[in-house]
């Protein structure tokens, strides 16, 4: 699967191709989202491999003129129209904007795509500053915060809703 947005790319995690593999690990392994992935990396990198649209549950990786940069992954939809995703930015390629038009064109795209999608959250750490930044340049907006499960940190909730 390829998924050409406007100066992005979509392509499907693949296990066995060890270029995406290594660069999944990599970005896995970051404190500031390891808490999305830490315990269920292997059940959510599902091999995506031959479908033609994006599906709730597979990680899916974003590509800027072959260079792997970032992942998502369509983590549930609910049955009000909200779309849970998560992303992330590979730390060699941070403070680049990357963060930002990966937001921007993957919510563009998903609001194109699928019309019953009414709204997209992220799930932010309060102490991921660069996250809650580029989600606010995507035209995210600050809704609410909860306690975390598994430390002392906060999680704040970004929403955009379809225009």
Same mark, same amino acid.
Request: proline fraction near 3%.
């Given at each position: 699967?390829?998924?050409?947005?406007?100066?992005?790319?979509?392509?499907?995690?693949?296990?066995?191709?060890?270029?995406?593999?290594?660069?999944?690990?990599?970005?896995?392994?970051?404190?500031?989202?390891?808490?999305?992935?830490?315990?269920?990396?292997?059940?959510?990198?599902?091999?995506?491999?031959?479908?033609? !649209?994006? +599906?709730?549950?597979?990680?899916?990786? #974003?590509?800027? &003129?072959?260079?792997? $940069?970032?992942? *998502?992954? @369509?983590?549930?939809?609910?049955?009000?129209?909200?779309?849970?995703?998560?992303?992330?930015?590979?730390?060699?390629?941070?403070?680049?904007?990357?963060?930002? !038009?990966? +937001?921007?064109?993957?919510?563009?795209? #998903?609001?194109? &795509?699928?019309?019953? $999608?009414?709204? *997209?959250? @992220?799930?932010?750490?309060?102490?991921?500053?660069?996250?809650?930044?580029?989600?606010?340049?995507?035209?995210?907006?600050?809704?609410?915060?909860?306690?975390?499960?598994?430390?002392?940190?906060?999680?704040?909730?970004?929403?955009?809703?379809?225009?």
């Amino acid at each position: 699967m390829k998924i050409k947005m406007n100066n992005l790319v979509i392509t499907e995690y693949c296990s066995t191709d060890k270029r995406k593999y290594r660069f999944v690990k990599e970005v896995s392994e970051d404190p500031l989202i390891r808490h999305f992935v830490s315990n269920s990396m292997d059940e959510w990198l599902e091999d995506s491999e031959g479908l033609d !649209e994006l +599906l709730v549950g597979p990680a899916y990786i #974003i590509e800027d &003129k072959r260079k792997l $940069i970032g992942l *998502i992954r @369509l983590a549930f939809l609910d049955c009000d129209g909200t779309l849970n995703l998560h992303y992330a930015v590979h730390p060699g390629y941070r403070k680049q904007h990357y963060g930002t !038009e990966i +937001l921007q064109e993957v919510s563009q795209y #998903i609001f194109q &795509k699928f019309p019953n $999608i009414k709204k *997209i959250e @992220l799930y932010i750490k309060e102490i991921n500053t660069g996250s809650m930044k580029c989600a606010e340049n995507a035209n995210y907006i600050y809704e609410r915060s909860f306690p975390s499960r598994n430390d002392d940190c906060k999680i704040k909730i970004y929403q955009r809703i379809r225009n």
